[in-house]
């Protein structure tokens, strides 16, 4: 039995030999391209996260994925990334874990306390009105936010917890003022998943 060298095998059996050869490196070359374009640290949707992270300090998975529009798991990878890269801070606090960037002049010591106490968002939205307008009392609070009285008391009253509100009584109003030193971007943004 004579052994048969490669160029004396029939021709289309060295068409579909040779295609399959460059078919498969091609595929390992798409997979190793993608690789680095994962790993690439100016990739596109890496960087679109890390300034939202910036701009909206103790950010969640959840808001990320929403105003950005990326999927979680996508969110997820390029987060844990931005961790290991020492880009970004995570803070768990119960089942939830809020993102800042690294040594962000926003996030210090002094309002670590305050993130745990945040209900969320709309907190954080009577904190920037009662900021923007100072005096500003429950009642046009409500009007400017479209809350109800109720909401707005509950959120009075969890900033007054964390004593950064400063509250005057005017005959039978209220008016509310942020102590100095406190600014709305200084409260982390928490967001809380019902």
């Not at 997979?31 to 996260?49: C, G």
Request: charged share 25%.
């Amino acid at each position: 039995m004579s052994e048969d060298s490669f160029w004396d095998i029939p021709l289309y059996f060295k068409i579909i030999t040779i295609g399959t050869i460059v078919f498969g490196l091609g595929w390992k070359l798409v997979a190793i391209l993608t690789a680095w374009a994962k790993k690439d640290p100016n990739n596109e949707n890496r960087q679109k996260i890390l300034d939202f992270i910036e701009q909206n300090p103790g950010s969640t998975v959840n808001a990320i994925e929403t105003d950005l529009g990326i999927k979680r798991g996508t969110v997820r990878y390029h987060v844990t990334n931005l961790k290991d890269a020492g880009k970004i801070l995570m803070f768990r606090i119960g089942n939830h874990l809020s993102l800042f960037k690294n040594e962000s002049a926003l996030w210090n010591k002094n309002h670590k306390g305050i993130e745990v106490h945040l209900p969320g968002a709309t907190c954080k939205k009577v904190c920037r009105t009662i900021y923007d307008n100072p005096g500003i009392t429950n009642m046009e609070l409500c009007k400017e936010l479209g809350l109800s009285k109720g909401s707005v008391s509950f959120h009075i009253k969890t900033l007054e917890n964390i004593d950064c509100l400063e509250v005057e009584t005017n005959g039978r109003f209220k008016n509310y003022f942020l102590r100095e030193g406190y600014h709305p971007d200084e409260v982390p943004l928490f967001e809380m998943i019902r």
